[in-house]
């Protein structure tokens, strides 16, 4: 079992910058894909970013957003940059055994954090 929380949402300007964190329970997260996925209202949860070995993005934050892990603090990160209106959402972490860009293959999720982009 894996419990996820995630922190650092707000609101920011657009052009600013936020780094969202899950900290993550367990002794093994390191086995684990970790993943960003954000849910505007009204719209389905989207891909944002991957990690395991390597890293993916959705190609609306590729140049922009970063995600990191720290296995020693079982915590991921999302650094966002040059943030734009269209990426408020809430943003969630996500944890499964393979690296994906589908919600499906997580088996763990936080609660979400909320971030808004004021133009």
């Known amino acids: 079992q894996v419990q996820l929380v995630e922190s650092g949402g707000g609101l920011v300007q657009a052009g600013g910058s936020l780094r969202l964190s899950c900290a993550a329970s367990?002794?093994?997260?390191?086995?684990?894909?970790m993943a960003w996925f954000r849910q505007a209202p009204g719209k389905e949860r989207e891909f944002v970013a991957t990690?395991?070995?390597?890293?993916d993005y959705a190609d609306s934050v590729k140049g922009r957003f970063t995600i990191s892990r720290d296995n020693a603090k079982n915590t991921v990160y999302l650094q966002m940059n040059s943030l734009k209106p269209e990426d408020t959402s809430v943003y969630y972490c996500?944890?499964?055994?393979?690296?994906?860009?589908?919600?499906?293959?997580?088996?763990?999720w936080g609660q979400g954090t909320q971030v808004t982009v004021s133009s």
């Open positions: 996500a944890a499964g055994q393979l690296r994906s860009r589908r919600p499906y293959a997580y088996d763990y």
């Open positions: 990690i395991s070995w390597s890293t």
């Open positions: 367990g002794r093994t997260f390191s086995n684990y894909a």
